[in-house]
C-alpha cells in the first residue's frame, strides 16, 4: 500500500473516493447476478440443443444405409447452407449473437424420379445441421457471458476486499493522525496560555 497524506485533504478525497465505491458497488452487485442468471439459462439451452442434434443425429443415422442409393447430384447441393442469421442482442453490457435461422441450397429434382424417403433424409440432414450452427452460436454466447462474468466479479472483489476497506483503513489512519495534531495543539496551546498567565502573575507581583 502507498504511503497515503496525512492531510485534510487527503482525508476529502478518501472519503469521495469511498463513497463513489459504495454507490457504484451495487451497480456491478447486479450485473454480476444478472449474469450468472444468463450464463446458468445459457448453459441449460445448450443442453437442450445437444439433446435436439443427438435426436437429430440418430434420424439422419437411420437413413445413412440408404444414402449410398442416392445418384442425385442435386443431394449434395441440398446440404450446402446458402446463409445462417443471427442477431444481437446487449446482455447486460455484451453484444450477445442470437441464432435465428439456417437457410440452405434449393434442392431441385423430379418427384417421381426419387426414393420416397428422399425428402425426409434430406430433412434429417437439415435439422442435425440447423441444431449443429444453432449449438455453436449458443456456445459463442456462453463464452462471452462467461467472458464478461469473469471481469464483473473481479471488479466486485476488487472493491469489496481491497479498495473499499483500503479507503477505510486509510480514512481512519488520517483522522487519527489529525486529532492527535488537535489534541497537541490545544495542549500546546494550554502551556503557552499558563505560560503567559505565569507572566503577567510575575510582573504583578
Not at 431441385?108 to 428422399?118: G, I, R, V
Request: proline fraction near 3%; aromatic fraction near 6%; glycine fraction near 2%.
Amino acid at each position: 500500500m502507498a504511503d497515503i497524506k496525512l492531510t485534510k485533504n487527503e482525508l476529502r478525497m478518501q472519503q469521495t473516493r469511498l463513497g463513489q465505491l459504495q454507490r457504484y458497488l451495487p451497480t456491478l452487485q447486479l450485473k454480476k447476478a444478472l449474469l450468472q442468471v444468463e450464463v446458468q439459462n445459457a448453459k441449460a439451452g445448450i443442453d437442450a440443443l445437444k439433446k435436439n442434434a443427438k435426436e437429430a443425429l440418430q434420424h439422419v443415422e437411420d437413413y445413412a444405409r440408404l444414402f449410398p442409393e442416392m445418384d442425385f447430384p442435386s443431394i449434395e447441393q441440398a446440404l450446402e447452407i446458402d446463409e445462417i442469421k443471427k442477431s444481437y442482442e446487449n446482455i447486460a453490457g455484451v453484444e450477445i449473437p442470437i441464432f435465428e435461422s439456417v437457410s440452405f441450397h434449393p434442392l431441385k429434382y423430379h418427384l417421381f424420379d426419387s426414393p420416397t424417403w428422399m425428402e425426409g433424409a434430406i430433412e434429417g440432414v437439415h435439422r442435425l445441421i440447423e441444431a449443429e450452427c444453432h449449438l455453436k452460436i449458443e456456445n459463442e454466447k456462453l463464452r462471452l457471458l462467461q467472458n464478461e462474468l469473469r471481469e464483473v466479479s473481479i471488479r466486485v472483489n476488487l472493491f469489496e476486499k481491497v479498495l473499499m476497506p483500503r479507503a477505510v483503513i486509510n480514512i481512519k489512519k488520517i483522522k487519527v493522525f489529525l486529532g492527535d495534531q488537535q489534541l497537541a495543539a490545544v495542549a500546546q496551546a494550554k502551556v503557552a496560555k499558563t505560560k503567559i498567565e505565569a507572566k503577567k502573575v510575575k510582573k504583578c507581583a
